[in-house]
Nanobody, 124 residues
Framework: QVPLVESGGGLAQPGDSLRLSCAPA?????????MGWFRQAPGKAREFVAG????????YYADSVKGRFTISRSSAKNTVYLQMNSLKSEDTAVYYC????????????????WGQGTQVTVSS
């Protein structure tokens, strides 16, 4: 499995915005793929954040981020994005992207090609 590479994390204050990016280390994202963003805070399990079907832009979100985060993609850039607005301290985590063939799943075990993650820290 070709790993994915995340970028765009950093330090933000509550209420700020950040945009994360994710692209394959090599090759292209196939139209049958569903791309997902997850996050993992220290001492906590990895949790689903958002997913998008590459072929038709259908999206789904965790309740905790609905209305604040937006997942999108660029076929031209072979990249999936996570726009994070109105950040809260509880959004602090390492954010990962991964892919699956199952639209609607939120289980990490259903995803492959995990990247190394990018740290997002929200603090005043």
């Amino acid at each position: 499995q070709v790993p994915l590479v995340e970028s765009g994390g950093g330090l933000a204050q509550p209420g700020d915005s950040l945009r994360l990016s994710c692209a394959p280390a090599a090759g292209r994202i196939y139209s049958s793929a569903v791309m997902g963003w997850f996050r993992q805070a220290p001492g906590k399990a990895r949790e689903f954040v958002a997913g998008i079907r590459w072929s038709n832009d259908r999206t789904y979100y965790a309740d905790s981020v609905k209305g604040r985060f937006t997942i999108s993609r660029s076929s031209a850039k072979n990249t999936v994005y996570l726009q994070m607005n109105s950040l809260k301290s509880e959004d602090t985590a390492v954010y990962y992207c991964a892919r699956t063939q199952q639209y609607g799943t939120t289980q990490p075990a259903d995803f492959v090609s995990w990247g190394q993650g990018t740290q997002v820290t929200v603090s005043s």
